[in-house]
Structures are given as C-alpha cells and as structure tokens.
C-alpha cells in the first residue's frame, strides 16, 4: 500500500494528471499559501522548472480507481454543484476535468484571435495557448487525464503560469538555449524551454487514511520549496487520522515532531471529552475573536498533564509519575479546562517583561550544569549563530527527551544514552547498536 518504502518514480506529461484541492485532506482550509508565497513558487518553477529528484517527486493513482471519502467531502463537492458517492470513481473527476481543459482550450483561443501579437514577439495571449497545448493536448485532443495526484498539489496549482512565466525568462549568458546555441542575455526560453513533464510514483492510494498520511508527510517532512500546513490544518487532519484509526505514535511520525504531534492528539482527546467547550471550532477562529484559541500558543505538556487527569484512577496514576510537579492534581474538571483556553494560554503574555541582563547571560555560560544551556548563553553572549548550528542538528533528539521527561520516561532515556556515549568505538558500540535496532527495527 502506499506507507510502504517506494524508490522508482517515472516521468508523466503534466497533462497526464489532474488534481483537485477538494481532495487534499492535508489542507482542509484551501489554503495554499499568502499570494507572495505562491508568487516565489511560480517563480521557482519558472526557473528551475519541475524538480526531476526526491524533492520534486509526487504521487499519484490511476484514474481507473475508486477512492473512499469521508462525508464532510461529499458535501464540498455538493457545494460547487458537483454530486459524489463516499466510494468515489476517479473517472467521474476526470471526465469533468477534460469538460474543464476543453473549455479552457476554446477560450485561449478567442484571447489570442483578439490579440496574436507580432510574429517575433507573441502576446501574453498566443503564450497561453501555446504553454496550453504543449501541456495538455495532443494529436488535436485536450488530453483525458489517466492519474490523480495525491501529492504536489500545491505546486500542481500554479505550474501552468510557471510554464507562461518560463517561456519569456531571459536564458542567463553562458547557459544552453533549447536550440542548443549560448545564452546572449537576450534569448529567451520560449516554448522548447518548457518541460511538461514530472517525476511520478504511482500506487494505490484509495484508502483515506494512506492517502491523507502521504499529504502530510509532504508538507511536514520536505525541507525546501514546501509549505507547513497551517496549525488549524495540522489539527483537522490530525482529526481524521484518529477517525482512521492512527494511534499517538503514528501521527508522531507522520508530522515529524513528537510534540506537535503530542499537542494536535491531546487537543482532539480533549475536545472530544469537553464538547460544551468547542475547543477544536474556536481554534478555527480569527485571533481578534475573544472566543478564540491561539493554536500556536498551546503548549503539549499541559494538553497532555490535563488529558492524564480524566478521572480518578487516571489522576492517581498521573500523580505518581517521579516528573509530575506541584502535585498532587485533583481530577480535571470542565471548568479547569474552559479556564486555561480562555484565560490560562495567554497568562504567559511577554510585553513588559525584561531581558535577561548580561551579567545572568555571562554566569549561565560559565557554570550551568546544563551544557545545552551553556552553549545558549555562549551564542546569545557572542552575538554568533554559529553556536546554535549543533543544536539545531539535535532538533529532533531534543523535542524526543523532552516529551519523555513530561511522561516520567526520562531516567530510562538518559540511561540509554549514556550506554551508547561511554561503549567503546569499534565492536562494542557496533554491538550495542545492532541490539537496539533488533528492538526499534
């Protein structure tokens, strides 16, 4: 299926795929970025066109199949006139796709009939059409789509101008033109320059929940030329994983951070349990909303400290955790939890609160037990980012010993660790290695 490990990709004409945002799961908003986000996108795509590496790969499924979706679904697709079954053909989207190219088709036409523009110098118009055809038509036909992507959505929106964009980039001094000829600083790319082709892994991807890991494993773990999904959207998505059956540890991965993936779980848990508190509905609220929860100011340990705390076995088992502080905690009630989302997030408000001065910063990097602390102050001392450039390669490690120092499971981590850091290099740590991936796999 499609969580399994896949390395071959084949490149497809772009006109071989269609996309709908209908069908995005990872972004339920529709939000695909600021118009300036999606300006550097077109951009980039101009001029580097469709990345042909890992980077630029996506996934798609064949058109022949038939896609389960949710409910909330198959009321957006009602909303724009469009009526679909919970077990969805493809077919039926690619059909109105190919009602869409073709009208699209005849319209770039009339646009360029009423402007073609000089023969050397061509209209925006007579561009359009001609990116048009390269892209989706062929022999006389506006191509029948046979995948639908499942990834690449965002880019898949844009790619088109892209295309537009490309065709009038100058091609920089020294560089091939598609002719073969040198760059002059004059030439442009033109309709040779546009490459319509994408590197494509296909699969079977009717099933929600594979479908929807996939598109967040695409804006969460991708580093460059991909946009996070939005916290809200983070949240929603995260809400349909648990309908689909994901356990903590897999939306854990699937976002890449055990503490997000922590918070989105215990946020759900917590609004499921408190449903007169609306908690998942106000998130989805403007910030200038009183009634609204700053998602983004939420921290994990208190979701899950308050979500520990469901009844009285829960609470004793939460209270004897050698981690808990400040204890012992009575039984959560309702108004504890209405309190820290309409008052308690913003209790930690910043203005007003003065800096740490030089002398506590120098003292921190001197004597702090803490080593991470140290080279903190160091960096914050020197003025030099430079410190920071270990740390932030321990990122992930780091976010892992925090969330297990809120669960009480610290003591057995550093233990761990401190075996591996004090095993001799050579066959003792290659030994202690192979035994922990036979637990870890």
Same mark, same amino acid.
């Given at each position: 299926?499609?969580?399994?490990?896949?390395?071959?990709?084949?490149?497809?004409?772009?006109?071989?795929?269609?996309?709908?945002?209908?069908?995005?799961?990872?972004?339920?908003?529709?939000?695909?970025?600021?118009?300036?986000?999606?300006?550097?996108?077109?951009?980039?795509?101009?001029?580097?066109?469709?990345?042909?590496?890992?980077?630029?790969?996506?996934?798609?499924?064949?058109?022949?199949?038939?896609?389960?979706?949710?409910?909330?679904?198959?009321?957006?697709?009602?909303?724009?006139?469009?009526?679909?079954?919970?077990?969805? !053909?493809?077919?039926?989207?690619?059909?109105?796709?190919?009602?869409?190219?073709?009208? @699209?088709? #005849?319209? *770039?036409? &009339? +646009? /360029?009939?009423?402007? !073609?523009?000089?023969?050397?110098?061509?209209?925006?118009?007579?561009?359009?059409?001609? @990116?048009? #055809?390269? *892209?989706? &038509? +062929? /022999?006389?036909?506006?191509?029948?789509?046979?995948?639908?992507?499942?990834?690449?959505?965002?880019?898949?929106? @844009?790619?088109?101008?892209?295309? &537009? +964009?490309?065709?009038?980039?100058?091609?920089?001094?020294?560089?091939?033109?598609?002719?073969?000829?040198?760059?002059?600083?004059?030439?442009?790319?033109?309709? +040779?320059?546009?490459?319509?082709?994408?590197?494509?892994?296909?699969?079977?991807?009717?099933?929600?929940?594979?479908?929807?890991?996939?598109?967040?494993?695409?804006?969460?773990?991708?580093?460059?030329?991909?946009?996070?999904?939005?916290?809200?959207?983070?949240?929603?998505?995260?809400?349909?994983?648990?309908?689909?059956?994901?356990?903590?540890?897999?939306?854990?991965?699937?976002?890449?951070?055990?503490?997000?993936?922590?918070?989105?779980?215990?946020?759900?848990?917590?609004?499921?349990?408190?449903?007169?508190?609306?908690?998942?509905?106000?998130?989805?609220?403007?910030?200038?909303?009183?009634?609204?929860?700053?998602?983004?100011?939420?921290?994990?340990?208190?979701?899950?400290?308050?979500?520990?705390?469901?009844?009285?076995?829960?609470?004793?088992?939460?209270?004897?955790?050698?981690?808990?502080?400040?204890?012992?905690?009575?039984?959560?009630?309702?108004?504890?939890?209405?309190?820290?989302?309409?008052?308690?997030?913003?209790?930690?408000?910043?203005?007003?609160?003065?800096?740490?001065?030089?002398?506590?910063?120098?003292?921190?990097?001197?004597?702090?037990?803490?080593?991470?602390?140290?080279?903190?102050?160091?960096?914050?001392?020197?003025?030099?980012?430079?410190?920071?450039?270990?740390?932030?390669?321990?990122?992930?490690?780091?976010?892992?010993?925090?969330?297990?120092?809120?669960?009480?499971?610290?003591?057995?981590?550093?233990?761990?660790?401190?075996?591996?850091?004090?095993?001799?290099?050579?066959?003792?740590?290659?030994?202690?290695?192979?035994?922990?991936?036979?637990?870890?796999?």
């Amino acid at each position: 299926m499609a969580d399994k490990a896949i390395t071959h990709s084949i490149l497809e004409r772009f006109g071989n795929l269609m996309s709908s945002p209908l069908l995005n799961a990872a972004r339920p908003t529709g939000f695909y970025g600021e118009a300036s986000d999606l300006k550097t996108l077109r951009g980039t795509l101009a001029e580097r066109g469709w990345l042909k590496d890992t980077n630029g790969t996506i996934n798609a499924d064949r058109v022949s199949n038939t896609w389960d979706i949710d409910t909330d679904t198959v009321n957006t697709f009602a909303a724009i006139g469009v009526k679909v079954d919970k077990r969805l !053909p493809l077919k039926q989207l690619a059909e109105l796709e190919v009602i869409r190219r073709q009208g @699209v088709w #005849e319209r *770039l036409k &009339v +646009e /360029k009939a009423e402007d !073609p523009g000089p023969p050397d110098k061509p209209s925006v118009s007579a561009i359009k059409l001609l @990116v048009f #055809e390269k *892209l989706f &038509v +062929e /022999k006389g036909k506006v191509i029948t789509p046979t995948l639908m992507t499942v990834t690449g959505n965002r880019r898949s929106s @844009v790619f088109f101008d892209s295309c &537009v +964009e490309r065709y009038s980039l100058i091609v920089p001094i020294g560089e091939k033109c598609p002719d073969g000829s040198e760059g002059d600083g004059k030439k442009t790319y033109g309709i +040779e320059g546009v490459d319509p082709t994408l590197p494509v892994v296909i699969d079977d991807y009717s099933g929600n929940r594979f479908r929807l890991e996939a598109q967040l494993r695409e804006n969460e773990m991708k580093k460059k030329g991909f946009l996070p999904g939005s916290q809200v959207d983070q949240l929603l998505a995260t809400i349909k994983m648990m309908e689909y059956g994901a356990s903590q540890s897999r939306i854990r991965e699937t976002f890449g951070s055990p503490t997000i993936g922590v918070k989105l779980y215990y946020m759900n848990v917590l609004d499921k349990r408190y449903k007169n508190l609306r908690i998942v509905e106000r998130c989805k609220l403007k910030q200038e909303n009183p009634d609204s929860i700053p998602l983004s100011m939420v921290q994990h340990q208190t979701l899950q400290g308050m979500a520990q705390r469901f009844d009285k076995a829960s609470t004793d088992e939460y209270n004897a955790k050698k981690s808990t502080k400040g204890g012992p905690y009575p039984v959560l009630t309702e108004a504890e939890v209405a309190r820290y989302f309409s008052t308690g997030i913003r209790d930690k408000k910043t203005e007003g609160v003065k800096m740490m001065d030089k002398g506590s910063i120098e003292t921190l990097k001197a004597s702090n037990s803490n080593p991470i602390i140290r080279k903190v102050a160091e960096a914050i001392h020197n003025n030099d980012t430079k410190d920071f450039e270990q740390l932030i390669r321990m990122s992930d490690g780091c976010d892992a010993l925090m969330l297990l120092e809120s669960e009480g499971d610290y003591p057995f981590a550093e233990k761990v660790l401190k075996a591996i850091a004090v095993a001799q290099k050579g066959e003792e740590r290659n030994a202690l290695e192979k035994k922990i991936a036979k637990v870890i796999g």
